[in-house]
């Protein structure tokens, strides 16, 4: 399948040979128009930036420039696809009014949940290797990508400021709301972590589908998905790999009895994090790893709870309860996870303190 955009690309990067390049849609897209590019044997991805999302295309490939000059002389033991300049200089080429960025293509497998606690210690070592390799780029040169993305303060005082406004809350609605608001000790925490926490270069969205892994699913190929990368704490990359990978099952699922903090997982987790980061965290990022997982929980609760009171102006939905049911699922994920602090002390203890 061949289209007028493919000649408008081909003329813009210098990579192209002077033959014809098929294009056809790649992945479901979710977020940004994604297209494969192919001429002869060569592969490459065509991704059209959704500006919907994410408002700010020049911050991202600032920061992402900044990247691509750090691994120029500092290579990664896996992949990091970053977009491929253009002609001008530019890893954003605008055609007919819309961004693209071009990237090489990497061959691999995704996973939408791990298989096995072997993948979560695979993937979280891969995420912390990525944070030790970025300890010299300059995080406070890095722009915000999305302003306050994980600010779990202000999370919590728009839920509180949000929930003043409705009123003729069901029961199980006030149930829910008062639990989310009892969380201040916690807000109180993150507040005194990040005023001693050093800012670094964080991917922020630390899903198992933001790997590559090879065939066999036993080594990192590529770390994708770029766009939230900003400058950040360690507390939350691990705690989104926590939130996402060591329950028992995703935001979405609404068996309330089934969901669970796995402590096996949390382990791999932290093992595989903290190969990655040890020779660079300081005392207090050790610290912050114990709770992040409920940073970050209670960060995606209060945005679930407070979209829900808003009437889902913001997530996508595919019932009118979603976010309601995906909040309730984040508070009982959360109260697993509080629950066990001590068991994750311990494991805390053994991992980080046996050097």
């Known amino acids: 399948m061949f289209s007028p955009l493919t000649s408008q690309i081909a003329s813009a990067f210098s990579i192209f040979q002077n033959i014809p390049l098929g294009i056809t849609p790649f992945g479901e897209g979710l977020i940004h128009e994604t297209l494969l ?10 991704q059209g930036f959704n500006q919907a999302v994410f408002n700010f295309p020049d911050r991202i490939d600032h920061n992402l420039s900044m990247l691509y000059q750090h691994a120029e002389n500092h290579p990664l033991p896996f992949q990091l696809p970053l977009p491929i300049k253009n002609k001008s200089g530019s890893g954003l080429t605008e055609i007919n009014g819309l961004n693209y960025r071009l990237f090489d293509f990497v061959r691999g497998k995704t996973l939408q949940q791990i298989e096995n606690p072997m993948q979560a210690y695979i993937a979280a070592k891969a995420y912390g290797e990525f944070a030790k390799w970025a300890e010299e780029v300059d995080a406070k040169q890095m722009l915000e990508t999305i ?17 003043k406004t409705k009123s003729g809350n069901t029961a199980e609605e006030q149930e829910i709301l008062d639990f989310y608001l009892s969380q201040k000790p916690l807000v109180d925490w993150y507040l005194n972590q990040i005023r001693k926490l ?8 630390t899903k198992i589908n933001n790997l590559i892994f090879s065939e066999n699913l036993e080594r990192v190929v590529a770390l994708i998905d770029l766009d ?23 935001e979405t699922h609404t068996d309330w009895k089934s969901i669970h903090l796995d402590t096996e997982l949390f382990e791999q987790l932290l093992k595989g994090y903290w190969e990655g980061v040890k020779d660079m965290a300081t ?19 209060l945005r679930f709870f407070t979209d829900h009171l808003q009437g889902n102006i913001y997530y996508r939905v595919t019932y009118p309860e979603q976010n309601f049911h995906r909040a309730k699922n984040q508070m009982i994920f959360l109260k697993s996870q509080q629950n066990q602090r001590e068991e994750l002390q311990e494991i805390w203890n053994k991992i980080t303190k046996a050097h």
Not at 198 to 205: A, E, Q, S, Y
Not at 283 to 301: C, K, Q, W
Request: charged share 20%.
């Open 37 to 46: 590019l192919s001429q002869g044997d060569k592969k490459w991805i065509l």
């Open 147 to 163: 302003p306050n993305f994980h600010r779990l303060d202000l999370r919590f005082e728009k839920l509180a400021q949000v929930s």
């Open 198 to 205: 050093p800012l670094r270069v964080t991917h922020n969205d």
């Open 228 to 250: 939230t990368l900003m400058g950040g704490f360690l507390m939350y990359d691990f705690g989104d790999l926590v939130r996402t990978v060591a329950c028992s099952f995703p």
């Open 283 to 301: 005392p207090s990022e050790a610290d912050s790893l114990l709770l992040s997982g409920e940073v970050m929980t209670l960060i995606m609760g």
